[in-house]
Nanobody, 121 residues
Framework: QVQLVESGGGLAQAGGSLRLSCAVS????????MGWFRQAAGKEREFLAA????????TVADSVKGRFTISRDSGRNTVFLQMYNLKPEDTAVYLC??????????????WGQGTQVIVSS
C-alpha cells in the first residue's frame, strides 16, 4: 500500500515562494502517478499537477501554470511542488495524491493528510 506524507506548508507573503514535499512509501511506485491538489475553505478540491513516477512525465493545471512546478526525486522517494509568486488566493490545504498509471482522473485513490499554506497580502 502506498503512503503519502506532506510537509513544507506554512505562512508565506504574497510574491514569495514555497516548496512542498510529499514523502512516498510503498510498492509498485513505477506503476503510479503522483499528484498535488488543493482545497480552500468552502471550495471544491482543485487539481494542480501530476507526474508519473517511472519517467517523470508531468502536467500542470492551466490555473497555476507558470507559477507552480512538480518534480520527483525517485532516489529520495519524494515528490515536490514548487510554488512561485504566491497569491493570497493560493491559501488552501495542499494534498498529495496517487493513482494507478493509465487510469482516469476519478481514480486518485490514495491521499496524504494535507499541509496548510497561508499566503498573506
Amino acid at each position: 500500500q502506498v503512503q503519502l506524507v506532506e510537509s513544507g506548508g506554512g505562512l508565506a507573503q504574497a510574491g514569495g515562494s514555497l516548496r512542498l514535499s510529499c514523502a512516498v512509501s510503498g510498492r509498485s511506485l513505477s506503476m503510479r502517478v503522483m499528484g498535488w491538489f488543493r482545497q480552500a475553505a468552502g471550495k471544491e478540491r482543485e487539481f494542480l499537477a501530476a507526474i508519473t513516477w517511472s519517467d517523470g512525465i508531468s502536467t500542470v493545471a492551466d490555473s497555476v501554470k507558470g507559477r507552480f512546478t512538480i518534480s520527483r526525486d525517485s532516489g529520495r522517494n519524494t515528490v515536490f511542488l514548487q510554488m512561485y509568486n504566491l497569491k493570497p488566493e493560493d491559501t488552501a490545504v495542499y494534498l498529495c495524491a496517487s493513482k494507478p498509471r493509465y487510469s482516469d482522473s476519478s481514480s486518485w485513490n490514495i491521499w496524504g493528510q494535507g499541509t496548510q499554506v497561508i499566503v498573506s497580502s
